[in-house]
């Protein structure tokens, strides 16, 4: 199989599985991979998933690979809470939300880390583009918080919550309009009604 002809065929995708693969190219020979990894031309996402080599120094490869190698899922929690300036912290981790069972990979783009939700509980994102026009699915800042919550129960006191050290501006605007009271209200837990009620009195909101 001609490595640039094969290139060529997946290059918008930038990644890539081996059904894909042999759908486009029947008779295709999973030789190709030993050979194409040797020589550096693509590199391992997870079982079944490549990625090309060349496309690591996209700006947001990760967080596109973080859905097609898992999916359905989307960005959320520390991943977007980080992003969106609710804390302080960087994260280096690629954290995802799932309908799928929880799961994590690591390769040469990063760890990726999937919480598993029910499929309902599979709102409250939207598509952004990364890189040359990817796509990527990541929530709200709203969202990410109430599925942090939901997914963390240790977070249940007012201790616990300030030592997220969460933004108060960014807190005001998500919760501007009944965001934040609306998105919690959708999950049905109780729990997490009482969560984002206790970090609505710390912050004052």
Request: glycine share 6%.
């Amino acid at each position: 199989m001609n490595y640039i002809a094969f290139r060529e065929r997946f290059h918008d995708f930038a990644c890539f599985s081996v059904e894909q693969a042999a759908a486009a190219f029947p008779g295709f020979s999973r030789r190709n991979y030993v050979s194409w990894l040797a020589k550096g031309y693509i590199k391992r996402l997870r079982r079944s998933w490549y990625a090309f080599a060349d496309v690591a120094s996209l700006s947001g490869i990760g967080e596109y690979f973080a859905g097609r190698i898992y999916s359905p899922s989307y960005l959320s929690c520390e991943q977007v809470m980080a992003r969106s300036g609710l804390i302080p912290e960087s994260v280096v981790q690629f954290t995802s939300v799932t309908s799928l069972k929880t799961e994590s990979f690591k390769n040469d783009f990063g760890e990726f880390f999937y919480r598993s939700v029910k499929p309902q509980l599979m709102f409250g994102y939207r598509v952004e583009t990364v890189g040359d026009g990817l796509p990527v699915q990541i929530a709200t800042p709203e969202k990410a918080l109430c599925d942090f919550l939901y997914l963390n129960p240790q977070y249940d006191t007012k201790d616990e919550i300030e030592a997220l050290r969460l933004d108060p501006d960014v807190l005001a605007e998500i919760s501007a309009n009944s965001r934040l009271d609306s998105t919690a209200a959708r999950f049905g837990s109780q729990a997490l009604a009482r969560r984002v009620g206790l970090v609505k009195e710390i912050y004052s909101l």
